[in-house]
């Protein structure tokens, strides 16, 4: 390795050409780089080399950690996605091909509601099953107050099924109350 001597002016221009190299300030008038020998030429090669190994590894080392945050950071999110899995998969375990409970088991309802809903006699059904035709039937025969949507006015067979007191109300809210009295309590 060769060492300059060179002014501040044109320190600039050898800085960016050479890698590596020793300076030292003159005076300021300005003088052409002189070049002068070094024994320790290698010497310095030895210790450029280690200073880029050295550089090498604290680049690697930081790809490293940043590598290792972005591993924990999916790992998390991987976690959280597992977790929600797990759990959803644990309801449809629970909710299974159970056998219907309340108020959708099917019980023997009377004759009269069997006829309204052209049923065979003594036969069973869902109170869901039954509150869904009533309702249908209610829409298709356009059986709803016009003022007030809530209220039903019924017909003739529907009036025969429910037989509300002259001065009650029907509501979508109180059919049930109507409608106790079709389904028969099994012994």
Known sequence: MTLFIINKYSLKIYLKILPVCRYIMVSKKATPPTLIDDNSSKDNTIKCEFETLLNSIQ?????????????????????????????????????????????????????????????????????TEVTKYIISYIKENNLQSSENKRVI???????????????????????????????????
């Not at 959280?80 to 909710?95: G, P, S």
């Not at 017909?155 to 409608?179: C, H, V, W």
């Open 59 to 127: 680049n690697l080392k930081l790809q490293l950690t940043t590598l290792n945050s972005q591993v924990k950071g999916l790992e998390k999110i991987v976690n959280k996605k597992i977790k929600l899995l797990e759990k959803e998969a644990a309801r449809n375990r629970n909710k299974g091909n159970r056998k219907p409970s309340g108020f959708a088991t099917p019980t023997k309802i009377s004759n009269d509601l069997c006829k309204f809903m052209n049923k065979p006699l003594k036969s069973e059904a869902a109170r």
């Open 153 to 187: 006015v019924p017909n003739g067979a529907l009036k025969s099924l429910l037989k509300p007191k002259n001065k009650d109300e029907i509501t979508f809210f109180n059919l049930q109350r109507y409608m106790n009295k079709h389904f028969l309590k099994s012994q």
